[in-house]
């Protein structure tokens, strides 16, 4: 797939919140970067384990409310989505906004890397 189709195919999986799907798009030995690590840890995952280990703490850990979907925005070898989320925690039910984008680098099809930056407010 080119990278205009993984990042659309993106976009498509990712307004469904059909996250384990969309790991079929990821490179086994993915690199996927948080603006922040949880826990003390690093803010960086290797491989598509455990990019699957965030998304089982995703759905284990937060209840969605909206999840907007904007883009994909697409040059070269790489795209940009948008993503603007209302969800509560389970546990401790905190309500809160999230909007950041998605950076993500394709080769031969598969995503490479991801990295996810924060909106902050000015």
């Given amino acids: ?10 976009v498509e999986l990712t307004r469904k919140q ?6 079929d798009l990821y490179d086994d030995d993915v690199v996927s970067v948080e603006a922040h690590s ?3 840890g690093s803010p960086e995952t290797r491989g598509k384990e455990g990019v699957r280990g965030k998304v ?13 979907v904007k883009g994909p925005f697409v040059a070269h070898d790489r795209f940009v989505i ?11 039910k905190e309500r809160r906004q999230l ?3 998605g950076v993500y680098t ?6 490479v ?3 996810f930056l924060p909106h902050v407010s000015a």
Wanted: charged fraction near 40%; proline fraction near 0%; charge should be negative.
């Fill in 1 to 10: 797939m080119s990278t205009e189709e993984v990042a659309k195919k993106v």
């Fill in 18 to 23: 059909d996250w384990y799907e969309a790991l």
């Fill in 38 to 40: 949880m826990g003390g």
């Fill in 56 to 68: 089982d703490w995703w759905v284990n850990s937060m209840d969605v409310h909206t999840f907007d």
């Fill in 82 to 92: 948008q993503y603007d989320v209302d969800v509560s925690d389970k546990k401790t």
């Fill in 99 to 101: 909007s950041e984008v």
């Fill in 106 to 111: 394709v080769k031969d099809g598969k995503i």
């Fill in 113 to 115: 890397r991801e990295e």
